[in-house]
């Protein structure tokens, strides 16, 4: 990978023969037929058609062979190390039975003896039709998982993150048994014999963590550079990473040293207690070029819908026992949204559910009066707001971050969940704008796959790949072109505090580009959801060229 400067002794480089837009800071879309920067990767000059271009002035020249131009794109919603981590390890995300996953679990063991446990992520039992004697939904269990693997300790996180399915090994080395309790905020299910049937979810995860071996230092560096070349083969020059640890700061941090660190990152901080471990009293200045910054913090209101976790009003549809799992109650949300706005840090608060969404734009709303100022609240996900809360969002410029393909990935099982007189607050991006909040789009990856082309077609269609529904789910909350590639690139630049850094392409502004073979404004859904990225560029450096077929990793089925 190219180091993403250009040559000390270049007084600028011009980009020519392209065309592509960018969002201008009213908002507009903005056509782009070349650009000028600097040694330092800083952008001199944008040129749009019909400009006369320079003749002199520049000591290199590149040539964009027609391609179409767009700013690097921004993907407000990741986890870096996890990216990286899922594509080194048992990755069941492409599964589609039961079956087929045993079949995966078996053939990794059998491929890495030497592993005390084996670990990995992806598993989804909605697309897996897993179903119990009553025809509902149902959760693997470790009965299943001792049948392909028993003599070793099995850990397997749900693709969505919000739920863990072990083995009697992993059960066993965890001492969770028939006596345990779950914790607040999680749940075991258990056996007709009292007995855990093998998964944890949310909160109950927790008990299984102390006893996985950690990644160490060298696995996390690997797990940074794999992450990074993902996220340049699809386009995406920055991420919000939802959830840094000590662990991963100081991974970023070495890259960051070694100048090997060259996708931006906007870290939240995974809770206070790591907020205050990495960055102390305030957020960290920008460093490494404006390559890596600790702002805010990621706190949890409820888990998610595919595990109900997800914390509703009223019951789940297809669950009515039960309404999902608040992980705090209202007035230790206000405390620690409190502790991290009093010394400065952005709050970014996981809402899925709509009693979860509401709990959270109510405490922004007592807040607001009492932390004045542009603190940009956050909502992740925000997947359920009822209509009676959504004029919150615009009161206080809630910024809802968001992921186009969880609504075409999670259409069938939200309808489930929710029952039809739910669906209308559901992914509801149009009416975020039409209150008055702002988007920003991301994957949710390894959740999803990182791709900011097939989030554009979502959102501007919400069909799925295969074109279903017609029409749309819920067609009334599409976007318009311009609102869904704002949502990636000015929209994660603002909801980051970076807007004059990097998120357009302007004089001032990190010369972040990519080249690519669909035009968004003009394309259809199905043609941008299949864009091709010829080149990616970070900094006035190209980071990503066209020698290598773009990797895959993620899911397009969760649940």
Excluded at 267 to 275: L, N, P, R, W
Aim: no cysteine; proline share 6%; aromatic share 6%.
């Amino acid at each position: 990978m190219a180091r993403p400067a250009a040559p000390p002794s270049a007084p600028a480089t011009l980009l020519d023969n392209v065309h592509g837009e960018t969002i201008d800071a009213q908002g507009q879309v903005e056509a782009v037929s070349g650009l000028l920067f600097d040694q330092t990767g800083t952008i001199l000059q944008v040129f749009h058609p019909g400009d006369k271009l320079p003749k002199k002035g520049f000591a290199y020249h590149v040539d964009g062979q027609g391609r179409v131009i767009l700013p690097g794109l921004i993907d407000s919603h990741v986890h870096v190390m996890g990216l990286g981590l899922a594509a080194l390890s048992l990755d069941l995300s492409d599964t589609h039975s039961l079956a087929e996953a045993l079949d995966q679990i078996r053939a990794f063991a059998a491929a890495h003896p030497d592993r005390a446990w084996i670990v990995g992520r992806g598993w989804n039992q909605e697309a897996w039709g897993l179903k119990d004697s009553t025809g509902a939904s149902r959760f693997p269990t470790a009965a299943e998982l001792d049948a392909a693997l028993g003599d070793r300790p099995v850990w397997l996180e749900r693709v969505d993150g919000h739920a863990g399915w072990a083995n009697s090994a992993a059960l066993k080395a965890a001492g969770i048994t028939a006596g345990t309790k779950a914790p607040a905020g999680g749940t075991i299910p258990h056996r007709a014999d009292g007995s855990p049937e093998g998964v944890l979810v949310d909160a109950a995860m927790d008990l299984m963590t102390p006893h996985l071996p950690p990644p160490r230092g060298a696995d996390r560096d690997a797990a940074l550079a794999k992450a990074q070349s993902l996220l340049f083969a699809r386009g995406l020059t920055a991420v919000a990473d939802m959830g840094t640890s000590i662990e991963d700061w100081q991974a970023f941090r070495r890259a960051g040293d070694a100048n090997t660190l060259y996708v931006r990152i906007m870290a939240y901080a995974m809770g206070i207690d790591q907020m205050a471990l990495i960055a102390g009293s305030a957020p960290t200045p920008w460093l490494y070029q404006d390559r890596l910054r600790m702002g805010g913090v990621k706190l949890f209101m409820d888990g998610a819908l595919g595990s109900r976790g997800a914390w509703l009003k009223a019951p789940y549809a297809d669950a009515p026992a039960t309404r999902g799992l608040p992980q705090m109650n209202d007035t230790r949300l206000g405390n620690l949204m409190s502790r991290a706005a009093m010394d400065g840090f952005q709050v970014a608060v996981h809402a899925i559910g709509d009693a979860a969404n509401a709990a959270v734009l109510h405490t922004v709303d007592d807040l607001s009066a009492t932390y004045k100022g542009d603190r940009r609240w956050r909502l992740e996900h925000a997947q359920v707001i009822d209509a009676a809360d959504m004029p919150l969002v615009g009161r206080n410029g809630v910024i809802a971050s968001m992921q186009p393909t969880h609504q075409t990935s999670d259409r069938l099982m939200a309808e489930a969940r929710l029952g039809p007189g739910r669906l209308a607050g559901a992914y509801a991006w149009q009416s975020v704008l039409k209150a008055g909040g702002r988007l920003a789009f991301g994957s949710d990856a390894p959740v999803e796959r990182p791709d900011p082309f097939a989030g554009i077609a979502a959102a501007i269609s919400r069909e799925g790949p295969d074109g279903q529904p017609a029409g749309g789910w819920q067609p009334q909350e599409k976007v318009s072109r311009a609102a869904a590639l704002a949502a990636y690139t000015t929209g994660g630049a603002w909801a980051g505090f970076a807007q004059n850094r990097f998120g357009r392409l302007a004089p001032g502004l990190r010369a972040d580009f990519v080249l690519v073979d669909t035009d968004p404004m003009t394309a259809s859904p199905q043609a941008i959801a299949k864009t091709r990225v010829f080149e990616t560029w970070v900094g006035g450096g190209k980071v990503w060229p066209d020698d290598q077929a773009a990797p895959e990793t993620g899911n397009q089925n969760r649940g």
